[in-house]
């Protein structure tokens, strides 16, 4: 079980991969179904660390 600050930590770097997704895109807005597809990709990708 990780500590609180573990915790936090996986937070901000999971909001930083999301940011990472959206800046590196060509779209400057983005539907509801795109944003949880990447949210979705950035938790698969977790599962498998």
């Given at each position: 079980m990780p500590t609180e600050?573990?915790?936090?930590?996986?937070?901000?770097?999971?909001?930083?991969?999301?940011?990472?997704?959206?800046?590196?895109?060509?779209?400057?807005?983005?539907?509801?179904?795109?944003?949880?597809?990447?949210?979705?990709?950035?938790?698969?990708?977790?599962?498998?660390?």
């Amino acid at each position: 079980m990780p500590t609180e600050k573990e915790r936090k930590d996986i937070q901000k770097a999971t909001i930083y991969d999301l940011r990472r997704l959206i800046s590196n895109g060509d779209k400057e807005t983005f539907t509801k179904e795109e944003l949880c597809r990447w949210l979705d990709t950035i938790a698969d990708a977790k599962d498998q660390e």
